[in-house]
């Protein structure tokens, strides 16, 4: 999304739109991935709920590696607990999201350890990444120009998710949506490189992996 896209996404808050029709669309159905698809739901909510906690505990290594990493290359790391307080809201907002959409049912809690796996995962490789890039380079890359193609493309998915959403979801993503850019900004700013492009694409994949059923983009 881009700079100005907070005021959109306020917009978006009391927009009642009709579902959208599609054409023959591909079912989306909940990913085992490591865990057993032939276990019952119980024993499959188990095992992401482990799966999440791994990912937290990788997380946290990674968070007190980079940190020490980047003050010795003469980095100015504080901005990172910030950011990385923005990202935590995000991540728990967009979950809480990613859960309602199958709130009442038996595999609710399982996508939402599903969710918070998947986040989880992706900013412990980000903060990698990030690290690497300073290694590389001695300081934060130059800032890089949005892709006016992935910007349009999240623009697109967002708006057709929020189409078919009750008003109490579509809300839900709304909230997930600000803090979202908060952090993208925030992130953005310390990082340089790619990360308009990089964090937006990542969005994109969250909210399509975060969906189940008739796929909507």
């Not at 939402?112 to 998947?118: E, I, S, T, Y």
């Not at 994109?204 to 059923?213: K, P, Q, R, V």
Request: proline share 5%.
């Amino acid at each position: 999304m881009t700079w100005m896209a907070t005021a959109l996404v306020a917009a978006l808050i009391s927009a009642a739109s009709p579902a959208v029709a599609l054409a023959a669309p591909a079912a989306v159905v909940a990913d085992a991935g490591p865990c057993d698809p032939n276990a019952n739901q119980t024993d499959l909510t188990a095992c992401w709920a482990g799966q999440a906690q791994q990912a937290q505990d990788a997380l946290d290594a990674t968070y007190a590696r980079v940190v020490p990493g980047l003050d010795k290359l003469g980095a100015d790391a504080m901005p990172l607990d910030a950011i990385q307080a923005a990202w935590l809201k995000t991540r728990d907002a967009t979950c809480a999201f990613e859960k309602s959409l199958t709130e009442g049912g038996t595999i609710s809690p399982m996508m939402g350890w599903q969710c918070l796996d998947r986040m989880t995962r992706a900013r412990t490789a980000r903060l990698q990444a990030v690290l690497a890039a300073f290694q590389s380079d001695g300081a934060a890359p130059p800032p890089q120009r949005l892709s006016p193609s992935v910007d349009a493309e999240l623009n697109r998915v967002y708006g057709l998710l929020q189409k078919l959403l009750t008003t109490t979801q579509r809300n839900a993503l709304t909230q997930s949506e600000v803090l979202w850019l908060t952090y993208r900004d925030k992130a953005c700013h310390f990082e340089g490189g790619n990360c308009l492009t990089d964090l937006e694409q990542e969005r994109i994949n969250e909210l399509e992996a975060g969906w189940i059923g008739e796929k909507f983009w």
